[in-house]
């Protein structure tokens, strides 16, 4: 069972997410190729190559798509404008009916009395600014500043939220450092680069929607609990250095101006000139944060350069992706976040949910797992805010099963299920129980 709308402050707000790339169907519309095609493209990159290409069609189900958002009783849609379909070359020319579709979009939520919640960057970095060296030019936050303005000017007037990037740890280290996710880098320079360059952009970005007028501008980090594997003080160390170039590295950047020494001490060398005076910039005033949440991780040192640790396996139950269910992270993410960084600032939990092995029996699909996952960090929340943690909302991911990135469609994360051949769209238990919990808005 999931808790009530009314077991929550009575301004407490929910919301389902998803992202362009992962849901539109990039070859519809006149968007530009992205480093997620080319990614994808690349044997040994994603499962059974799969791309985004048509993804959930949503890029003409929209509709559809909005209604179930709405009847549900969710008040948030966290979506995401594409930066290739908009601007195909990245820079330079508008494609109008990119544009054109988001105006629709935004309306079709204000028509259903959803609120707009905008993150302008979810990853389908256009292909010409990838060969221009993406993330590891600084030139990307004028490029992305550029992109910015576009969408303000056109969508500005109607959004209720805005966050410049989706996981400036995923578009950084996982992608540059570890190399899972376009452009699928193994390289610390460009990792240290690209970490303080995606800063950078969110700076440039968050002062061009101010200057706008845009109201209500966030920042959406994602966050992972990181476990000493055992008792020993290298364990600590390990998980402790794990904490600061995963959590602690943006989180900083932003509300304190300076980054962890532990990664510094390795980042050194590779950072670009003069990084130390970005911080005016990266640290433009935010209205909230918004915490992505999924799993903790065990860590354990190893022999070999920095970070010089890995991941082992840990007892609890896990979910399709291999990630163990720890609703205790979230809890003292949120407390630790308002502790030690952001004070009395709004706090939004932007993506928390589960990918399961679903499947469509006699019409309906049981997930009884997905409820439970989301009840437990339900709870979590609802712990922090009784211990006075200014939490103003809670986003799950995600609305339907889509793209999950290097393992294409095989991961589903959705309340409503999605049948990539026919593209049908059918609400599972935890969709339904979604909209017993809500009821009518608020
Ligand atoms: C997050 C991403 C989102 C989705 C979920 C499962 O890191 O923001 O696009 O892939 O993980």
Known sequence: MLPKRSDFPADFQFGVATSSYQIEGHSFGGAGPTHWDTFAATPGNVVRAENGAVACDHYHRWEEDLDLIANAGFDIYRFSTSWARVMPEGRGPVNREGLDFYDRLVDGMLERGLKPALTLYHWELPAPLADKGGWRNRDIASWFADFTQVIADRL???????????????????????????PGLRDIRATAHAMHHVLLAHGKSTRVMRAHGMKNLGAVCNLEYPIPADDSPEAAAAADLYDAYYNRFFVEGIFKGRYPEQVMEAFAPHMPHNWEDDFALIGEKLDWLGLNYYTCKRIAPTEGPWPAHHEVDGPLPKTAMGWEIYPEGLYQFLTRLSREYTGDLPLYVTENGMAAPDVVEDGKVEDPHRIAYYSEHLAAVQRAIAEGTPVKGYIGWSLMDNYEWALGYEKRFGLVHVDFDSLQRTPKASYLAWKDALGSRG
């Open 156 to 182: 500005g007037d109607r959004i209720w939220s805005a966050a410049p990037i989706n996981e400036p740890w995923c578009v950084s280290w996982l992608s540059h450092f570890l190399g899972h996710h376009a």
